[in-house]
């Protein structure tokens, strides 16, 4: 293993080579990331040829958020001298794990950097969907007066009705907490269980939930997961908050769970295709309250990461191991 000669960056003399793919100006990326002793670049076009064609030479990468630019077994092929993928963010669907682990380059994701932000906007959704405060919004900018029409429509107070989460990571873990804290009894379903809080196998889960909180990771286990036989499992009226990925919940799905009464609304942070289309039926639904993929968009949270990245890339160029690794490869980043 090439060794640091100090801490500027430079191994044997040459700087790491970082492509940076987040869809920020290139002199943003190169403010956060040259400071470090990299030779910072980004790719000439956002596109797949872009990508392959910047590719070539990179040693680090730091992801694109939005998944435009995905690490899948493509982009690893078009790499040879890659040794490091920093996710600027929680999820890592748009990496192909197991491409980028039989190539020996260990994946890390900022986690825990939009915890608090994206439990809170699953509290801030369900209080909105259940009092019909956007419901209500909208009819006043249109003229109206619905003093008694937001109980008709089911306004009511969100203590006190049962909340399933899927997912019990950090995220799913603190929304607990928040809607236990305003008096909902909360259940929870994950692929590990833990060892506090009310465990429910998924039917069940479903079943006795009038809001449902998604928290879980897209992973070929859990696309589809909430098809049109499972959402049917939920009581009639029940709300959908979504904070995950939207293959997990199929937007055709959730169309047809409200449209059928089963729900009887949705908060939907993520989507089939982002961004979600101008013309699709969604953004045209009386009783969805729709978010552009920023539950963890809060100044904090953005703090939160970026500092994490910068972190963990500074790690990886001075020859300490990086944190958050996530597909079990060697923290240690090594020079091909």
């Not at 405060?133 to 306004?155: F, N, V």
């Not at 039926?281 to 993929?293: A, I, K, Q, Y």
């Not at 953005?302 to 001075?318: C, F, G, W």
Request: aromatic share 4%; charged share 25%.
């Amino acid at each position: 293993m090439s060794a640091p000669d100090d801490r500027s960056g430079l191994v044997n003399g040459t700087p790491w080579r970082l492509l940076a793919l987040m869809p920020l100006d290139e002199e943003v990326n190169r403010g956060l990331f040259e400071p470090l002793g990299a030779e910072v670049s980004v790719p000439a076009t956002r596109d797949r040829d872009g990508l392959r064609a910047a590719l070539s030479e990179a040693e680090l990468v730091v992801g694109d958020f939005t998944g435009t630019l995905a690490m899948d077994a493509e982009a690893v092929a078009s790499a040879p001298r890659l040794a490091f993928v920093q996710m600027p963010s929680v999820g890592v669907d748009s990496c192909d794990l197991d491409a980028l682990t039989g190539a020996n380059v260990p994946v890390a994701n900022a986690a825990g950097a939009n915890t608090r932000s994206v439990a809170e906007w699953a509290l801030a959704a369900a209080l909105d969907l259940s009092r019909r405060l956007t419901w209500s919004d909208r009819r006043m900018r249109a003229g109206g007066w619905p003093q008694l029409e937001a109980a008709t429509h089911g306004a009511d107070e969100l203590g006190g009705r049962r909340v399933g989460i899927l997912g019990m990571g950090a995220i799913g873990t603190e929304a607990a907490r928040l809607f236990a804290a305003i008096g909902c009894p909360v259940a929870y379903w994950s692929r590990r269980r833990r060892p506090d809080g009310v465990y429910k196998e998924l039917d069940e889960l479903l079943a006795t939930s009038d809001v449902l909180v998604v928290c879980l990771p897209l992973t070929a286990e859990t696309r589809g997961l909430l098809g049109p036989e499972r959402l049917a499992l939920l009581p009639d009226g029940a709300l959908l908050i979504n904070v995950a990925r939207g293959g997990i919940a199929p937007d055709d799905a959730v169309l047809a769970a409200l449209d059928g009464g089963r729900l009887a609304g949705a908060a939907l942070d993520v989507y089939d295709q982002e961004p979600l289309p101008a013309d699709h039926p969604l953004r045209g639904h009386d009783d969805v309250l729709l978010s552009p993929h920023a539950a963890g968009g809060t100044r904090r949270a953005q703090s939160n990461i970026i500092t994490k990245v910068m972190d963990n890339v500074r790690a990886a160029i001075e020859g300490r191991p990086v944190s958050d690794v996530v597909n079990g490869v060697d923290a240690v980043i090594r020079r091909r």
